[in-house]
C-alpha cells in the first residue's frame, strides 16, 4: 500500500536526524560524501530508525546538491552521491516494509538575498532528477526559511513528478515564516501548489513546534507533517551537542497527535531512542480529524519610536546646504587625551558630525559606540559611527544596533569592513555574516520595528543609513550601479572613499547627477611622500594621481612643508568638489585633527563665498 493511502488512516513514524547523529559519532565533513566512502555507516543508521519503528526513512542527500557539495569540490559528484544514498536506503528497507523518500534541502538561510532563484532552480532540477531515477517513493523538502524558495521549487517538484510530495518548512520565530508570513497561510500555499503532506521541521524542539502547530488548520487535502529537533543543542569543548531525553519525546507524542499531526519524525539531536518513543507511544492510536486551532494575531503593530531626534538627518541637511563632516579615528591606545582635543577643535569649527571608524584597517581601536556616546554627551557634537560587517554575526550586529539606538547614537555608516588579514591579529576571522547590502537592509528593516530574523522589536528605529561609495575604480559606471543597489536595500546618503583628483570629482558628478541620494565627498589631506606612496600602492581603494605624489616627493625632506602641501592640494579639491557637491567629508589623518581644522573652516569659508556668488550671479541675471 502506498504511504499517502496509509496515511488517510494511519499516523506514520519517520525517522531522526543522520547529519547530527553522525557529528556525535565524531565525523566532521561533508555527511553526504559518505554515502560513497562509508556506505555501510550509512545503512547501519537507516537500520538503526527501521528497528526503532520508522514506517519511513530518508536519503542522506540532505545537502547533496551542486551549491552546497561545492564548498567541498564535491559539486561534479551529485549524481553519484544522490545515486548511492537511495541504493543505500533501499538496501536498509528491504524486506522491512519502510518506504524511501528522497531528501533535498533547501539553500537560502537569514541571507535569502545571496543565491538567486535562477541557481537554485538549476540546482534543484539537477538533485531531483537523480532521485527520481532511482525510484525514491517521494520527495522530502525539508528546512527551507524562505518561503519563495520551497514555493519554486515544489512548483517545479509537482511538475516533473507525481509521486508524493512532502513539504517542510522551518520558523525562526513560532507561528511566522522568516517573511512574517504566519505558518498556517504558509502551508495553505504549499497544499495549494500541490503538496501532499506539509508541515514544520527543525530549528524547533516540541514544545514550540507544537504551539505553532496550535495556529495551522488541519489541511483540506494534504496531511500534516512535524521532524522537531530535540532541544536546543550546547556547545561544550568545541563540540555541539544535544541533551534533550527520549521520554520528553514520548511525552509530547500525544500532543503532536492532537495537533493533527499524521506523519512524525525528527530532526537535528534526535537518534533512534527519539523515534522508538513516538512509536511507542502512537502505536495503534488513530489520527484526529478535527482539532481545534488557536489563531493569535497576525499583525505585527509596531509602535512608532518613541524618539525625538533633535538634529535633523544628514542627507536632509546635505540637500538644502553646504555640510562638513569629519573623520577622526578612535586611538588605539587607551589615552583618549588628543582624541577629544581634536573632538571639541572640529566642534568649534563648525562641522555638522564626527565619524568614528569601526576599526579601520581591522586594527583593534577604543570601542566607536562608546567614544561616539561620550562625544555626543561631553562634546555636544554629533557622532557619526561606522559598522562593519567584519567582526560580528548577525547576533552581534543586531545587539550593537539596538544599543546604539539605546544610547541615542542614530547616525551609522554601513561598510563592508576590511578583512582580518591586513589587520595585526592577521589569524583572526572575518565574520562577514552578511555583505553591506544587507547589512543596509537589516537597519533599514530595524527602523520599520522588525529585526533581520523578522520578529518584533516592539518599536520603530530612527537610524539614518549612510552607504560607502568608492569612485578610485576602473568602471565607475559599475561603482554607479552598486550604489543604485544600495540606494534600493535603503542607503540615505553616502560617502566616498578618498579623491585625489579635480577630474575624477567632474566625473563622478555626471555619473551620478540623476541620482537624489546626497553624496559626501571624502577628501584626505596627505602628511608626506611616504604617506601619498602607501596610500596609492597599498590601501585598497584609493588611487592618487602621479602629479600629487611628484609634488609630495619633492617636499619628502620636509615634514613640515609636506604637511603644508598636503593641505594646499586638498584645499583645491575642496573648491573643485564644492562646485559640484554640498557634502565635503575630511578624513584625519594620524590624529593630526588640526589639518582637518583648517580644511573645515576653509571648507565653510569657501561654501559662503560660493553661496554668495552664486546669488549675485542670479540676481545680475534676474
Known sequence: ?????????????????????????????????????????????????????????????????????QRYGLEDHVKEIN????????????????YILGTIGGNRGIRPNTISLEEIKRSFREQLYCLLLEGVDGILLETYYDLQEIETVLSIARKETDIPLIAQVSLQESGFMQNQTPVNEALKRLEGIGADVVGLNCRLGPHHMITSLEQVELPKKAFLSAYPNAGLPAYTDGKF???????????????????????????????????RAFATELNDLDPVTEKKV?????????????????????????????????????????????????????????????????????????????????????????????????????????SHLMGLHTLGLHD???????????????????????????????????????????????????????????PNVRSLEKAVVRMEKKIKYGADYFITQPVYSEKLLLDVYEQTKHLDTPVYIGLMPLTGSKNAEFLHNEVPGIKISQNILDKMAELKHDPVQSKREGIAITKSLIEAAAELFNGIYLITPFMNYE??????VYAREYSDRLSRRKQNAESFTN
Not at 560524501?33 to 555507516?41: A, C, I, M, R
Not at 528593516?445 to 530574523?453: I, K, W, Y
Not at 589639518?595 to 573645515?600: I, K, P
Open 241 to 275: 551537542h544535544f541533551e534533550s531525553s527520549a521520554d520528553y519525546f514520548r511525552q509530547s507524542a500525544r500532543r503532536f497527535r492532537d495537533q493533527g499531526v499524521r506523519l512524525l519524525g525528527g530532526c537535528c539531536g534526535t537518534t533512534p531512542e527519539h523515534i
Open 83 to 98: 545515486s548511492s544514498a537511495a541504493r543505500l536506503a533501499r538496501q536498509a528497507a528491504a524486506g522491512q516494509n519502510a
Open 595 to 600: 589639518m582637518t581644522v583648517e580644511l573645515a
Open 1 to 69: 500500500m502506498k504511504f499517502l493511502d496509509r496515511l488517510k488512516n494511519e499516523i506514520l513514524i519517520a525517522d531522526g536526524a543522520i547529519g547530527t547523529l553522525l557529528y556525535s559519532f565524531g565525523t566532521d565533513t561533508c555527511f553526504e560524501e559518505l554515502n560513497l566512502s562509508h556506505p555501510d555507516e550509512i545503512v547501519k543508521i537507516h537500520t538503526a530508525y527501521i528497528e526503532a519503528g520508522a514506517d519511513i526513512i530518508q536519503t542522506n542527500t540532505y545537502a547533496a546538491n551542486y551549491l552546497k557539495l
Open 412 to 470: 551609522v555608516l554601513a561598510i563592508t569592513g576590511d578583512p582580518a588579514r591586513v589587520g595585526d591579529f592577521p589569524g583572526a576571522s572575518s565574520v562577514f555574516d552578511v555583505s553591506s547590502f544587507e547589512l543596509i537592509e537589516m537597519i533599514k528593516q530595524f527602523n520599520e520595528g522588525l529585526a533581520f530574523s523578522g520578529k518584533d522589536l516592539g518599536q520603530k528605529g530612527v537610524f539614518s543609513i549612510a552607504a560607502a561609495f568608492n
Open 294 to 398: 488557536t489563531f493569535k494575531n497576525t499583525n505585527i503593530e509596531v509602535k512608532s519610536s518613541p524618539v525625538i531626534r533633535k538634529e535633523r538627518p544628514l542627507q536632509e541637511m546635505v540637500k538644502e546646504r553646504p555640510s562638513v563632516i569629519v573623520e577622526l579615528d578612535p586611538p588605539r591606545k587607551l589615552d583618549t587625551t588628543r582624541f577629544f582635543e581634536g573632538a571639541k577643535a572640529l566642534k568649534e569649527a563648525g562641522i555638522d558630525a564626527l565619524t568614528l571608524a569601526d576599526n579601520s584597517l581591522a586594527s583593534p581601536r577604543i570601542s566607536n559606540s562608546a567614544l561616539g556616546h561620550l562625544v555626543k554627551e561631553q562634546v555636544g557634537l554629533r557622532p557619526l559611527v561606522h559598522l562593519t560587517c567584519r567582526d560580528r554575526n548577525v547576533i552581534g550586529l543586531q
